[in-house]
């Protein structure tokens, strides 16, 4: 089989596409031929030798990817060879052909969901979907800040936010993001590049303010989301690229909570929960991801620096 293999961390280019004996399902274990190949920024960081979890030397990098069960091992019905999957991390690495999951690591894929939108779901839908409800415990009704709204993660946020009661504004940084996240329903829509983008909040909010804010770039735009928070106000951190500084009397007046979060910590009953509920709103048609570019695996470094570039609206996609 055909795999990108990491030798080294460092730039894109550590990523070379190899020839592999195709590994077998052991107890517990299914074997995917993958089908396709989701791309997210984490798989850069970690890549990079950023990231704070680093695999063993070599690796094939990748969490999410979509395929069928191909051969399975021991303990594990043989009825699922045939079966359509999505995965959420894999025990070989999902940038290949072929790959090696334990069972509660893939999940059904519903029959009008192509192996594309099936490769989009993993990271960003079970990002939003945990923020939203695991973190800031979110009621119907409420409005969300969904900030860097055009990206993977932003766009599943709106669909999920929507799909449960609540009024979604959100931001992006070109024309043809604002333009994106209007079809998919938002509120409101503001670039933020612009200067005082969020200058509107109040008469957006009626002067209510903002319950809940997505960060995807914590770095630049913390300080900012704590002003336009409402009393009691969440702001849920999904992604950072450095220092901040902000001023802690603006958390104080309004017993405001600032959270972080990582996957990483979900357990597998929090999981098995989210991809319940995926299912459900994939099937019935209330989640569509949204697909930006599809790429051959050979051109993985490519998708790296394209996955991290601003204005990418939409996910990433390698096909074996």
């Given at each position: 089989?055909?795999?990108?293999?990491?030798?080294?961390?460092?730039?894109?280019?550590?990523?070379?596409?190899?020839?592999?004996?195709?590994?077998?399902?052991?107890?517990?274990?299914?074997?995917?031929?993958?089908?396709?190949?989701?791309?997210?920024?984490?798989?850069?960081?970690?890549?990079?030798?950023?990231?704070?979890?680093?695999?063993?030397?070599?690796?094939?990098p990748g969490l999410d990817a979509a395929g069928v069960?191909?051969?399975?091992?021991e303990n594990?019905?043989?009825?699922?060879?045939?079966?359509?999957?999505?995965?959420?991390?894999?025990?070989?690495?999902?940038?290949?052909?072929?790959?090696?999951?334990?069972?509660?690591?893939?999940y059904a894929l519903p029959?009008?969901?192509?192996?594309?939108?099936?490769?989009?779901?993993?990271?960003?839908?079970?990002?939003?979907?945990?923020?939203?409800?695991?973190r800031a415990h979110a009621v119907p009704g409420e409005t969300i800040l969904i900030h860097g709204a055009s990206g993977a993660v932003g766009l599943a946020a709106i669909q999920i936010a929507r799909s449960q009661g609540l009024k979604v504004i959100g931001t992006a940084g070109s024309e043809e993001g604002i333009k994106l996240i209007?079809?998919?329903?938002?509120?409101?829509?503001?670039?933020?590049?612009?200067?005082?983008?969020?200058?509107?909040?109040?008469?957006?909010?009626?002067?209510?303010?903002?319950?809940?804010?997505?960060?995807?770039?914590?770095?630049?735009n913390l300080a900012k989301d704590l002003k336009v928070l409402s009393k009691f106000g969440r702001i849920v951190i999904i992604g950072n690229r450095g220092t901040v500084e902000i001023d802690p009397r603006d958390t104080m007046g309004k017993n405001a909570s600032i959270m972080g979060m990582s996957l990483f910590n979900t357990s597998r009953q929090e999981l098995s929960q989210i991809h319940a509920a995926l299912y459900a709103g994939l099937s019935d048609g209330r989640f569509k991801p949204v697909i930006h570019s599809?790429?051959?695996?050979?051109?993985?470094?490519?998708s790296h620096n394209l996955v991290m570039q601003g204005g990418i609206?939409?996910?990433?996609?390698?096909?074996?």
């Amino acid at each position: 089989m055909k795999a990108i293999v990491v030798e080294q961390f460092g730039h894109s280019d550590v990523m070379q596409l190899k020839d592999r004996q195709a590994p077998q399902p052991l107890n517990g274990q299914v074997q995917i031929s993958i089908k396709a190949i989701g791309v997210n920024p984490v798989d850069t960081y970690i890549r990079s030798g950023l990231y704070p979890l680093k695999p063993e030397l070599p690796y094939t990098p990748g969490l999410d990817a979509a395929g069928v069960i191909t051969a399975v091992g021991e303990n594990v019905d043989p009825h699922q060879i045939g079966r359509r999957v999505y995965l959420f991390g894999s025990e070989t690495g999902c940038y290949a052909e072929t790959a090696i999951c334990r069972q509660d690591q893939v999940y059904a894929l519903p029959d009008n969901v192509d192996f594309a939108a099936g490769a989009a779901l993993g990271v960003p839908y079970s990002t939003a979907y945990y923020a939203i409800n695991y973190r800031a415990h979110a009621v119907p009704g409420e409005t969300i800040l969904i900030h860097g709204a055009s990206g993977a993660v932003g766009l599943a946020a709106i669909q999920i936010a929507r799909s449960q009661g609540l009024k979604v504004i959100g931001t992006a940084g070109s024309e043809e993001g604002i333009k994106l996240i209007k079809e998919q329903g938002v509120f409101a829509a503001l670039n933020h590049n612009a200067t005082d983008y969020l200058a509107d909040i109040d008469q957006l909010t009626c002067g209510g303010g903002i319950n809940i804010v997505l960060e995807m770039l914590a770095n630049v735009n913390l300080a900012k989301d704590l002003k336009v928070l409402s009393k009691f106000g969440r702001i849920v951190i999904i992604g950072n690229r450095g220092t901040v500084e902000i001023d802690p009397r603006d958390t104080m007046g309004k017993n405001a909570s600032i959270m972080g979060m990582s996957l990483f910590n979900t357990s597998r009953q929090e999981l098995s929960q989210i991809h319940a509920a995926l299912y459900a709103g994939l099937s019935d048609g209330r989640f569509k991801p949204v697909i930006h570019s599809t790429l051959p695996l050979v051109e993985a470094p490519k998708s790296h620096n394209l996955v991290m570039q601003g204005g990418i609206n939409g996910k990433i996609i390698l096909t074996p």
